[in-house]
């Protein structure tokens, strides 16, 4: 008989034998609950160190809660004001920061449950990202189980270590914090684990959604269209009915829109056609996109400087790059589903062509989640018995990680500072 990792036959301690008993939903929720406890303990400490700054910190001097500082001022003021209806102009003819650089669907949902609850946005948008980010957590070990196996049976074990060595990364605490991240991995992993089922209608309505969230369309389309080209594949065994014909057509051009939304919806509110790409100049400061030209100078500087603060980021960056994009390599990641390897490798390329190479990096390299299969070693088709021992390094490695993200980056030193 085929056991899963947690039910084979070696004996067990009395309180693993009962979480094991447990439904699926119920360890993930454990284990990511127990982590960002811990997290918060950090940021809470951190806190200690901040000095108060009204453009950056929040909600109140006397009150210095880091879960609501940086861009999650941007967003407080989108869910309480609105986007504006005209781009703000400087003396020098350039238009400044504004609010339409960030994606609608977080702070909106804040402020509708700020309305029916009556609570304040300090209150709503760390609880919300906190949900969110669960929901993603139970989603992600959801997708490793159905896509990877153990001597025929599901991954259980390794499922929750996944999950256990992505909630730990460095930038994780940016999960319980009022970004957007904690959304766009909620509706990331749902539109993966819909595309490995096969619920294209599913997937495209789920990629609309992550329109409103981050700007990652690109690479999602392309996801899709390895997705696509693998069913074409099986028609000899699985033929392909009109009506599959028409529900990934329906996941294709879903995709597609996806990454025009958000420009589309700026451009509407504003009526000014360049909405949304000319405000992300104000952070650029360059209008042009120059692919992987940030990036050089970005390893220049490190270099210069030649300092823990800015190497280890730039090598660890550089590193978890170039390993996501060897994870197309089918003999480097056996067990991991191609749609997934498909995903990292792209996602990483966008990165990549354009993104800055700034510090922000860092927090753009928490959608790698399938870097914790690898690390965890779920990768293989038959699991190291170290696989559990290599877990426990990896979280301590992300929570030392963690201490620095959010010394280094997260605390404000004003008058200005690096960016989380």
């Known amino acids: 008989m085929a056991h899963t990792v947690d039910e084979r036959p070696a004996a067990q301690s009395p309180w693993r034998a009962r979480l094991a008993r447990r439904p699926l939903w119920v360890r993930v929720t454990a284990v990511y609950l127990g982590i960002r406890v811990l997290s918060g303990v ?25 879960t609501v500082s940086w ?12 986007y504006p209806d005209d781009l703000p102009v400087g003396d020098d003819g350039r238009v400044r920061q504004n609010p339409w650089a960030f994606y609608p669907l977080f702070p909106y949902a804040v402020r509708l449950v700020s309305w029916a609850t009556t609570l304040d946005f300090a209150t709503v948008a760390p609880l919300l990202a906190l949900l969110a980010g669960l929901g993603a957590a139970i989603l992600l070990a959801r997708l490793v189980v159905e896509t990877t196996t153990y001597d025929g049976a599901p991954r259980v074990g390794p499922a929750l270590a996944v999950v256990a060595v992505w909630a730990a990364m460095p930038a994780a605490p940016v999960l319980q914090m009022a970004y957007t991240e904690s959304f ?11 595309l490995v089922r096969g619920s294209w209608v599913g997937c495209g309505l789920t990629a609309l959604l992550l329109g409103l969230t981050r700007p990652i369309a690109l690479p999602l389309s392309v996801v899709v269209l390895v997705a696509v080209w693998l069913r074409w594949r099986e028609r000899g065994d699985r033929p392909l009915d009109v009506r599959e014909r028409l529900d990934i057509g329906v996941a ?11 420009t589309a919806l700026a451009w509407a509110g504003t009526g000014q056609r360049d909405a949304y790409p000319t405000t992300m100049t104000a952070w650029r400061g360059e209008a042009a996109i120059n692919p992987i030209e940030p990036w050089r100078r970005t390893i220049e500087w490190a270099w210069e400087q030649r300092t823990p603060e800015t190497v280890v980021p730039a090598l660890s960056m550089v590193l978890a790059l170039v390993l996501s994009l060897a994870l197309v390599v089918p003999r480097l990641a056996p067990a991991i589903d191609v749609r997934l390897r498909v995903w990292a490798a792209a996602y990483a390329v966008y990165l990549l062509a354009v993104v800055d190479g700034n510090t922000s990096i860092v927090r753009y390299l928490v959608p790698l989640f399938p870097l914790a299969i690898v690390l965890v070693g779920a990768h293989r088709r038959s699991l190291s018995r170290w696989w559990r021992w290599r877990t426990a390094f990896w979280v301590l490695v992300g929570f030392v990680g ?7 980056l997260v605390v404000f030193e004003p008058p200005s500072d690096f960016p989380p």
Request: glycine share 10%.
């Open 402 to 408: 963690q201490v620095g993200w959010i010394w280094w």
């Open 184 to 194: 766009s991995m909620l509706l990331l992993l749902g539109f993966l684990l819909l």
């Open 252 to 262: 294709v051009v879903a995709t597609g829109i996806s990454g025009i939304l958000w």
């Open 42 to 66: 950090l940021l809470a400490l951190a806190a200690q160190d901040q000095v108060w700054f009204p453009a950056v910190t929040g909600p109140a001097e006397d009150d210095i809660d880091l």
């Open 71 to 82: 861009d999650a001022k941007w967003y407080e003021r989108i869910a309480t004001e609105g």
